[in-house]
């Protein structure tokens, strides 16, 4: 007799675009597919400056329900059409749980859920808009709405400890009891594989075997500010290193980035090579990855770099520092650890950073496999999908007209009370 909860479980983001909110959307709609729930994925369009994320989708047999209307940008009349479109489709749909992801879809997908009545209520905060994208004006407004919705919501979570303690602290969205710090989760099985170079970046690049290439991974924005990037190419490009750097990823900001690089003569060092889809093997062609960003979760790129086996140098920025491994140890103006290196939003302390790694192969292949071993540990798609499910069926033993049965929450075949993070703190 199958015993497994009869749950719908809803998960809403604002667009399925390159980066880890897409991918743990996609991913966890599948695990819990697989695990014997019924799972949907409700999201937007990706606009066409945007590398799309909905091949990953497609591959796991996963057809998303599309709001051609749901977009990142704020339209009042867009955004209204978007509520008023994911209202029908919850009362049609009737989810048990909701599960917001990104800041748009996590607005309206939670007042839609106040108003068809979803029992469970769910958001993550993969980032926050709340330092470096607006006004001090337009900040307090998000953060008024952040809060009220915070209200109505049954678990929070955050990707990071630190990211956490910003929201419960410094941001006073929840009180700290209702945030729940759960690590993201992905198919890393790719980027472990990666044990020697695949050849076909550095040939698309015209780089030899002998060219230290310098990988950067993101989207072409002002939060991720490659326009630092550059400044720290700059400041190595004057020495006689065989040295590139190579840019995946597009935007908004590539023709200032292309502008940037013609100005200061770095068409021979840096190239934009735009969005690709088999990451795996950009990751092999790559000797150290450069992460620039003003405000981050706990950044993708650099969990696909420490799976790929690589070292790497990042702006200590919001969760980042909660991925280092090992004690700190000061090095000039730059935190020295076991996977990688933190440094201050300086081109020229970036670029002091990089020279140090590209002189110590050994420093950079002990980095890399450190930060293999914290990441295989920590962030695998599975791993996640137990705690949500533990997550999940916690939060439903307190919704009296969830179809949660002593028997089904004590056959065995879900995850037993208090065995996970998730499940102990909400229990």
């Known amino acids: 007799m199958d015993s497994k909860p009869n749950l719908t479980i809803a998960t809403v983001i604002a667009r399925l675009n390159i980066g ?11 695990a819990f597919r697989q695990k014997g729930y019924r799972s949907i994925l409700l999201t937007g369009e990706v606009p066409a400056s945007e590398g799309s994320m909905e091949y990953l989708a497609l591959d796991r047999n996963i057809i998303p329900i599309k709001i051609g209307t749901m977009s990142r940008s704020i339209s009042w009349h867009k955004d209204l059409t978007t509520l008023w479109q994911l209202i029908r489709i919850l009362y049609r749909e009737k989810p048990d749980v909701i599960h917001t992801h990104t800041a748009k879809a996590g607005t309206l997908g939670r007042l839609a859920a106040i108003a068809t009545g979803v029992p469970v209520r ?25 809060r009220f919705l915070a209200r109505h919501t049954d678990c929070i979570i955050a990707v990071s400890d630190l990211q956490k303690r910003e929201l419960a602290q410094v941001f006073r969205i929840a009180p700290a009891d209702k945030i729940l710090a759960l690590p993201l989760g992905f198919d890393l099985a790719p980027f472990l594989a990666v044990n020697d170079r695949v050849g076909t970046l550095r040939n698309s690049l015209g780089c030899g075997t002998d060219t230290f290439l310098v990988g950067w991974v993101g989207r072409l924005t002002a939060i991720k500010d490659p326009s630092l990037l550059l400044h720290c190419a700059r400041h190595l490009s004057t020495g006689s290193r065989d040295l590139r ?10 023709k200032h980035c292309e502008e940037q690089i013609a100005a200061a003569a770095l068409g021979h060092t840096v190239s934009l090579a735009g969005w690709q889809q088999h990451l795996d093997g950009i ?11 003003i405000n981050e979760g706990t950044p993708v790129a650099l969990l696909e770099a420490m799976a790929s086996g690589k070292a790497f140098v990042s702006t200590d920025v919001g969760g980042v520092r909660d991925l280092m491994v090992g004690p700190s140890i000061k090095q000039g103006s730059f935190e020295v650890f076991e996977n990688g290196i933190l440094a201050p939003r300086d081109g020229k302390v970036l670029a002091d950073a990089v020279a140090i790694l590209m002189d110590n192969p050994e420093t950079r292949r002990a980095m890399g496999q450190a930060g293999r071993n914290f990441v295989k540990a920590r962030f695998s798609s599975q791993r996640l999908a137990d705690d949500l499910e533990s997550l999940y069926l916690s939060l439903g033993r307190s919704k009296q007209n969830l179809p949660l049965g002593a028997e089904s929450l004590s056959s065995g075949n879900g995850p037993e009370p208090g065995r996970s993070p998730a499940e102990k703190q909400f229990s």
């Open 20 to 30: 880890g909110a897409a991918s743990q959307a996609i991913l966890m709609t599948e």
């Open 122 to 146: 769910v958001h993550t905060f993969h980032g926050h808009v709340f330092r470096g994208y607006f006004s001090p004006s337009v900040t307090r407004i998000f953060l008024c709405i952040e």
């Open 245 to 254: 750097f190579a840019v995946i990823g597009d935007g908004e900001l590539r």
């Open 283 to 293: 990751y092999a062609d790559v000797d150290l990855v450069v992460l620039t960003s």
